[in-house]
């Protein structure tokens, strides 16, 4: 059975999210609803990220099993046709070895965060960046960003419904520069908590603002309290925008290995008189 790896592209303003709700729309069920509709299979995709409701992406990666092979031009193009009308897109296919895992064979993901740092009120950016009125020091910003850099416990920094087992992560860079009128906030890490980048953005708007200094984002990373965190940054200006994988034949090794680990317990369960 032929894996395939997928980069998607789109834009989550009508969106409750990447992950399939039995009541609202989501990214993964437009792609589940065009695998469908070109190959006749029903399919549950897997992606590399579950970005929250209004959220973006330009480099998002899933994978799918298909029962036949198919050209990876055919399926870009019947994937693409099939999305339409929403605004999901994809921008690239490979077929991959059967241990790849779009979420699990991920070493790294990338997220930009898009601050439009203007008076007037926005027009074309309206939902895909975050208005901010006063003028924000960017280099203020990127020198108490790298307070972030490095591993941490970052419960300040995370949803409170967050799911995951531990708070702890390593964010292995975080920049912030101006262009133009566009503060943009790059950050990159294995993974991350749930809205651990936009907590960590809307945080950073204060020291933008001035009001804040690096030493307050210490102090509230120290803390390990969630009402130590600044404003969250709304969904809109969020992108996620890469994700590296290791190299196919790391990635052939170990799935390898887990295949014989597996089957040694497999066998030991068949022999347990018990079982």
């Known amino acids: 059975m032929p894996r395939y790896k997928l ?4 834009d989550g303003r009508p969106f409750s999210g990447w992950q399939r709700q039995a009541n609202a729309p989501s990214v993964q069920a437009v792609l589940e609803r065009a695998i469908k509709a ?13 970005t929250d409701t209004g959220v973006h992406a330009t480099g998002q990666v899933f994978h799918m099993d298909l029962s036949k092979s198919w050209p990876v031009r055919t399926i870009m193009g019947a994937m693409n046709f099939h999305c339409q009308p929403d605004p999901v897109v994809i921008l690239d296919c490979t077929e991959m070895h059967e241990g790849f895992d779009s979420r699990f064979s991920a070493i790294r993901r990338a997220y930009r965060y898009r601050i439009h740092n203007r008076i007037p009120p926005l027009t074309h950016d309206r939902g895909l960046a975050w208005h901010v009125k006063p003028d924000l020091d ?3 910003m990127h020198a108490a960003a790298q307070e ?4 941490h416990d970052f419960t300040t920094f995370r949803h409170s419904r967050c799911q995951a087992k531990s708070p702890e992560k390593t964010l292995e860079t975080f920049s912030v520069r ?7 906030a790059e950050c990159a890490s294995r993974s991350f908590l749930h809205n651990q980048v936009r ?4 945080t950073l708007r204060l020291v933008g603002e ?11 990373l120290a803390a390990r309290d969630r009402t130590a965190c600044g404003p969250v940054a709304p969904a809109d200006g969020l992108y996620l925008t890469r994700v590296d994988y290791r190299p196919a034949d790391v990635d052939i090794a170990l799935y390898a290995d887990w295949q014989a680990r597996k089957a040694a317990m497999d ?3 068949a022999d347990d008189p018990g079982a």
């Open 138 to 140: 960017a280099d203020a």
């Open 178 to 184: 101006r262009e133009g009128e566009f503060v943009i």
């Open 210 to 220: 001035g009001k804040w200094g690096p030493g307050d984002i210490a102090k509230a």
């Open 38 to 50: 070109f190959s006749g299979e029903e399919v549950t995709i897997g992606g590399a990220g579950r």
């Open 267 to 269: 066998a030991e369960i």
């Open 7 to 10: 980069t998607v592209e789109y």
């Open 148 to 151: 972030f850099v490095g591993h």
């Open 199 to 202: 907590s960590m953005v809307g």
